[in-house]
């Protein structure tokens, strides 16, 4: 039998568990695994917000994937076109011109990017949070606009920098808001020069509640706590616009603000669009249950497999038509159906339907500070927090990251996390290009 050649585009959530298990499941004589990732490592997105508040170093975030999937081969690159009628991808290496790349069967999961909306002043002034280069950015960026409100003697610089507006209020923005605000309280303690009560933390929610995975009372709940401390929740509300930072609301309000963070939801990556395969309204892979991708009339597109963030799949505990919605508890299940499913048809075996219940969510809103709802049970505060932990660190890959992780969180309890701007991260050369002449000849 020639080995068959599997293609996993994108090393996340799905791809990074799916070329996992098929590399242990099948033999080298069955299938050769071949993983395109522009990064070098799978990123944990439900640690971004500790990492941001630096809970976590950003390093253990993420899952190095040349130390993981040491059976795959990996190529550091990024698909830029997958023509399936010819089963052929498009690689565009980091470096060097860009390559085909034949398969047999190929796993497309690269994930989502955030949904932005024509609004003036956002492409120049927003960042994102799905990244750990957003994340670490946001850290730095926060903690730096500290350093300016101290320092300057201009009261609307100063009100200016100490104005952090999140606009979406969905698991990943509350997140964001709830643990960067609690590190900026933190870091106080550290600046005589400022008050908490002059810090502006903003919360720009388009509906009417918050935290939509989980039960109104428990969104409600959580809006309370961020009430407590201080926070300004808008909801019903929308960003007109940004222009300069200069921050537009739909209720009319207007005011400046330094630091403007966008966490209003995701849409199927866009290199789905550069694809011979079958989407939906939404741009999504029309997927079965089987995490097989199906065109027209439920027809199997052989040999093309998704699942996470970037597919549609159906949700077979809801009623007909119910897909499956964007997230990790999805994703790594579907990965493991997803293999199983595939190794089952290289081996001429039928394929199973993807089958979970969500089991509901937890968010962490700060250190000590959550909300969770799992299997009906609720909890809030220090129950919750902990239940997030728990559940979070036994759900990263491998014994490696989550004994790192444990380790961080347990030298943050006893030492108190670090709370200094590296933002000199992010223009490395800069001190170096200044005491370097240009070469005039
Ligand atoms: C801040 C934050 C917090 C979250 N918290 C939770 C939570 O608490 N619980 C929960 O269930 N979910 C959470 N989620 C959602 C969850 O992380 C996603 O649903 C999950 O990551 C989806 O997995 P995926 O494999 O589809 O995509 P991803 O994990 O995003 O992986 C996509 C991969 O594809 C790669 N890629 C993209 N384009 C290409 C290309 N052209 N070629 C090759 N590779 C490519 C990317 O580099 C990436 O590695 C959170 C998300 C965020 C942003």
């Not at 020069?193 to 989980?214: C, F, G, K, N, S």
């Not at 027809?299 to 159906?314: F, K």
């Not at 000590?368 to 979070?392: D, E, N, T």
Request: hydrophobic share 40%; aromatic share 6%; net charge positive.
């Amino acid at each position: 039998m020639t080995p068959q050649r599997i293609l996993v585009v994108g090393a996340g959530h799905v791809g990074l568990y799916t070329a996992l298990r098929l590399s242990r499941k099948l033999k080298a004589r069955e299938a050769e695994v071949i993983v395109v990732d522009p990064q070098p490592h799978m990123t944990y997105q439900p640690f971004l917000p500790e990492a941001a508040a630096g809970s976590i170093a950003p390093r253990h975030a993420v899952v190095p994937l040349r130390r993981e999937l040491r059976r795959c081969t990996i190529l550091a690159g990024e698909v830029t076109r997958v023509e399936h009628e010819r089963r052929v991808a498009t690689v565009q290496p980091i470096v060097g011109p860009s390559r085909e790349v034949p398969y047999d069967h190929i796993v497309l999961v690269p994930g989502s990017v955030s949904r932005t909306l024509p609004i003036p002043g956002l492409r120049e002034n927003a960042v994102g949070f799905k990244t750990l280069g957003e994340a670490i950015y946001l850290r730095n960026k926060v903690l730096e606009q500290l350093d300016v409100a101290a320092t300057t003697t201009d009261p609307a610089t100063r009100a200016r920098a100490l104005t952090f507006v999140f606009i979406g209020g969905g698991y990943a923005g509350i997140e964001a808001l709830a643990e960067m605000e609690d590190m900026a309280r933190d870091a106080l303690r550290y600046y005589p020069e400022l008050r908490a009560d002059e810090m502006h933390w903003v919360l720009v929610e388009a509906t009417q509640r918050i935290l939509p995975e989980v039960d109104p009372d428990m969104g409600a709940y959580t809006v309370q706590q961020l009430l407590k401390r201080n926070l300004d929740i808008r909801l019903g509300t929308r960003l007109e616009s940004c222009v300069d930072g200069v921050v537009r609301l739909s209720d009319g309000d207007s005011f400046a603000a330094d630091t403007i963070v966008w966490t209003a939801g995701v849409k199927a990556h866009p290199v789905l669009e550069r694809t011979d395969l079958p989407r939906d309204g939404k741009g999504r892979l029309t997927c079965m249950a089987t995490l097989q991708v199906t065109g027209p009339g439920e027809r199997t597109v052989e040999g093309a497999w998704s699942a996470g963030d970037c597919a549609a799949v159906p949700d077979l505990t809801k009623e007909p038509g119910a897909l499956c919605g964007p997230s990790a508890q999805h994703a790594v299940r579907q990965a493991v159906r997803l293999a199983d499913n595939l190794a089952a048809v290289i081996r001429g075996q039928a394929p199973i339907p993807y089958r979970h219940k969500y089991a509901g969510s937890v968010a962490s809103l700060g250190l000590h500070k959550g909300v969770a709802q799992v299997y009906g049970i609720k909890l809030r505060g220090l129950p919750a927090w902990f239940m997030h932990r728990s559940y979070h660190v036994s759900r990263i890959p491998s014994w490696n990251r989550r004994i790192r992780v444990v380790i961080d969180w347990t030298l943050a309890l006893f030492l108190r996390r670090e709370v200094v701007a590296l933002g000199e991260l992010h223009s490395p050369r800069q001190s170096f290009t200044e005491v370097t002449p240009p070469v005039t000849r």
